[in-house]
């Protein structure tokens, strides 16, 4: 995985099937992640799309800046949504056409999580992904249960900023036992395409959480999008790995171990942070590292 | 064939004769027996359609959405809360234009917690741009699936069935089971101008500016308004099939009435028997019963009361400070009318409670008295 060939990935898909002309803010991490996504599963895909910024980006009636079939729906009912697109397809015995149910945290860590479990316990053959930006970002940078603990947000300001952990989410999903559970960043383009197309040739639900960094929203200039994303797994913040069937835990990404000082500094939303709370994150993150650690049964990092 | 079968029962045996391809359902008192035959259709193979057991109603009507989306005929049935609960995607199947059909079986809302017979909860669901048939019989609950499927892929709009808890759910009776050859000569297969399809890509409900949001809700209702000119011939049509007759609204001895009685669902059943004992003994009182609520049939009504000086209404609902539903939609159909009759409302048998003849007979006597029509709202047995 070399940054050349990642450059490669960067500039053109043999498939483009995102357009030009789409809504999306300068530097969205969830377009750079639609992009990648699709030309992994290529035009034989139904997108669902719950309520989140990927509403406004796909583009107003009668437009769209995707060039495969869209069905937009409730916030809550990605999951459940998705179920019903893919027993229509069953029923009409279409089995090479992708189910992607795409959804931003709020749809998937908050008031989507009903149906997504409903589904993701019946075992669906969809490919659920949650592109994660830590916040109600569509509605103007609220908290949501994926925002991470003494963030800034509208309904965190900084006298009173979040005071809770952020949602383990694919531990949940893992507790599920599906075939496939996997974190993905926009900063490793190679590891994300890889893990679509892993999860188009896997039967059973597909979770994939997919960190995509928000300009607007994290506070910070929209050329850092990518850096930021590859900060956030170096400092060990978002750690790329798998968990097959609930069980087996793999991690992909070796992190550099910066300190998470230096992906916390770049962010306006964590501007407010004393030195003090900068170490209680740091601690955390260590040991939720260490845990995963544990749960991928290596005392040490070693890449393979 | 007939065969005695619960009301739940015609439901199933009506969806597995319309060939369904996606059940979605959640289980509610009264209506689990619907999708628990369905479900056993399913796994004996007497019924070739996916069955998703959802984890709630709000998701069963999500499945739904996303199956007729995607080109099948989809199926739920709910009641009373989960009613509630799927409200928002009730807006979102009549929003995209997706004849998704639902069985659902009248009950009261919580608290207390009741699981009677009581129309408040599909009539609370008027707005959401949903065809409504109200049924007074199990024959007609399994002839209206049929039917509503028909009505639905013909106008693009989604179509509930309703019954009432335990008088029409769990109460046998004889019904003609037609062949599967009958329905597919009276119902052709699903095949749907815009669906989801890889190999014709399109957005469906898209972010809508206002510069085409006010002509697509314009567009549902005139599909809505098309149902006046589209469902006699339907029922034409299943009549030459079926030999069995139905109207948008039923008119009993009206011609000439001292007073009119209308009702909906099993309400009029009891008050048929009622107004054919009075009329037998002298008295001239006409009974109307509504089968089709949404579109709401203002003109076949006014054309059946031109002449008529009084309606009684007795509505198993209530809309809380305003009065009974059908009474109000009654009220606001005729307030154009020059020569219009006294609408005098009724509110009985909520939560279950039994609406007998002689609470019927109190109706008409209340109704024919001089100053029946000071009262806005009359309740029936109400205790004191």
Redesign the interface.
Known sequence: MGGTERMNHEKTHENELVCSGHYACQGCGAVIAMRHALAALGPRTIVVLPACCWSVIAGPYPYSALRVPVFHTAFETGGSTASGVRAALEMQGKSDINVLAWAGDGGTFDIGLQSLSGAVERNEDIIYTCYDNEAYMNTGIQQSSATPARAWTTTSPEAHPKDTQKKNIVQILAGHKIPYVATTSIGFPDDLIAKFEKAKSIRGTKFLHVLAPCPSGWKYSSQLSVRLARLATHCKVFPIYEVFDGETYVINVEPEGRPVKEYLSLQGRFSHLTPRQIDEIQARVDYDWEHLLHKAMLEKFEFE | MKKVIMGNHAVSHAVMLART??I?AYPITPQTQIVEELSNMCAEGKL???F?????E???M???????????R?FTATSSQGLALMH??LH?AAGARLPIVMAEVNRALAPGWNIWADQSDSLAQRDTGWLQFYCTCNQEILDSILIAYRLAETVSLPAMVVYDAFYLSHTYEAVDIPSPEQVDKFLPPYRPEFK???D??????????PD?YMEMRHQIHQATESVHQVLPAIYQQFSGIFGRAYKVIEPYACDGAELVLLSSGTISSTARMVVEKLNAAGRKIGLLNVRVFRPFPAEQLKNVLRGVKKVAVLDRNISFGQGGIFAQELKAALCNETQRPQVIGFIAGLGGRDITPASIEEVIERAQKPDASQHEVEWVGLKE
């Not at chain 2, 999500?62 to 099948?72: L, N, Q, T």
């Not at chain 2, 014709?200 to 500016?209: D, K, Q, R, V, W």
Request: net charge negative; charged share 15%; hydrophobic share 45%.
């Open positions: 391809e996606v979605a070739r359609a996916k998703i057991k959802v984890e709630s709000h998701s069963a999500a499945c739904c959405v996303g199956a007729s989306a995607a080109g099948s989809a928002e995607m979102w989801l399809d890889v014709n890509p399109m957005a469906f409900g898209s972010l809508t500016t085409y």
